[in-house]
């Protein structure tokens, strides 16, 4: 370690802008005249853990390591790096307790070293010394403020993360319940063990409130929101709006792709006849639908995902979505993904299930009534 001559109350403004805020010109003249620069070499202990010592020291250049013995002894633990503009060793300045640490150059460095003596000797020098204490605690205070602040944050980050894996816990086991039960009804009607006729509003009741139970169950244990289910007036007006245009164009083409496949006598459903009743039932049956095939399902998976465009959580909800219509047959199945699709996208749109559930619910009457499906 090189000594040289002592440091100016400008270039020490300079190399310790932080603390010198603290410190009134006077004193930072003080300082100055008190410290000496020294040049370090790579791998020099500056400090060293237990020893008694009070100067304190300011880095101009270079990095060093803080080091700390571990418990029971054997090697050091590094556990902070500090570099340039930065303090260190002034705790034992402040407590004069032993050095609670070593301190060691990792590279080539300069440091400015404070002898507590050397600025005693200076006129009105004791006075001095107790303002640079004064300095020093209200730096090292605003430094654990800030620590501890950083901690806050990584705790509540910390904690967020564990919310955020204990939700998807609860998605994950709730997506293999919903594909258990899609398959369990699927495989019932495939082998007529139940005797039902499908197309019948008492059974789509049924089988939606057989799915509606572990859904609404898993929302309130992940605590969504009702905004987050797309349950909002944000975006309502203009949902609706565009909701109804998308309808009329969707329910011309509903009709005009049934009547194609009428004439080659494809229809893979059968048409059913308009029942007023049945179809305003069928509104409400359309809005939980889409509460949580796209407030929940989509929303779930574009989160747990980090699916930044959401296009693959609007694929994945609709592919789910469209198994549970696997005992409609392939092409219903295959028309539920499809329009799925669209209903994801629309969604995105406004976050709001409103204009979503109007084009279900038009598209589902047209669907029906034409027996496409």
Not at 72 to 79: D, K, N, S, W
Not at 104 to 110: D, F, L, Y
Not at 253 to 258: F, G, H, K
Not at 338 to 365: D, E, P, S
Request: charged fraction near 15%; proline fraction near 3%; aromatic fraction near 10%.
């Amino acid at each position: 370690m090189t000594v040289d001559t002592a440091v100016s109350k400008d270039r020490l403004k300079e190399i310790i802008p932080n603390l010198t805020t603290y410190m009134p010109d006077r004193l930072i003249g003080a300082v100055g005249a008190a410290s000496q620069e020294r040049h370090v070499a790579p791998g020099e202990t500056v400090i060293a853990e237990g020893e008694t010592s009070t100067e304190f020291f300011l880095i101009r250049e270079g990095t060093f390591g803080i080091y700390r013995a571990a418990p029971g002894g054997g090697t050091e633990v590094r556990v902070a790096e500090i570099g340039p503009g930065q303090p260190f060793g002034e705790m034992a300045l402040l407590d004069g307790e032993p050095r609670a640490a070593t301190v060691r150059a990792e590279s080539a460095g300069v440091i400015l070293e404070i002898a507590p003596e050397a600025l005693r000797a200076q006129p009105d020098g004791e006075a001095g010394f107790l303002e640079l204490k004064g300095a020093l605690a209200a730096f090292v205070t605003r430094r654990m403020r800030a620590t501890t602040q950083g901690h806050v944050e990584a705790l509540q980050r910390e904690l967020a993360l564990r919310k955020e894996q204990e939700q998807f816990g609860r998605f994950f086991i709730y997506s293999l319940t919903m594909m258990s039960i899609g398959t369990i009804v699927n495989n019932m009607l495939a082998r007529m063990t139940l005797s039902v006729d499908i197309y019948t509003q008492i059974f789509a009741w049924q089988y939606l409130a057989v799915l509606l139970v572990p859904s609404f169950f898993v929302i309130r244990h992940m605590g969504i929101s009702l905004q987050s289910l797309g349950l909002t007036t944000v975006g309502l007006k203009r949902s609706l709006s565009e909701g109804a245009l998308i309808s009329v164009g969707l329910f011309a083409l509903t009709w005009i792709v049934a009547a194609i496949l009428r004439h080659f006598d494809a229809l893979p459903g059968k048409v059913l006849p308009f029942d007023l009743l049945g179809t305003l039932s069928y509104f409400l049956h359309s809005a939980l639908q889409e509460i949580i095939a796209r407030g929940f399902l989509q929303s779930s998976f574009q989160r747990f995902l980090g699916d930044s465009n959401g296009l693959w959580s609007v694929l994945l909800a609709s592919i789910l979505f469209g198994m549970f219509h696997l005992h409609f047959g392939m092409a219903a199945v295959l028309m539920t993904i499809a329009t799925g699709c669209v209903f994801g996208l629309i969604y995105m749109r406004h976050q709001n299930v409103a204009g979503v559930t109007l084009v279900h619910y038009v598209m589902g009457v047209a669907a029906f009534n034409t027996g496409l499906i």
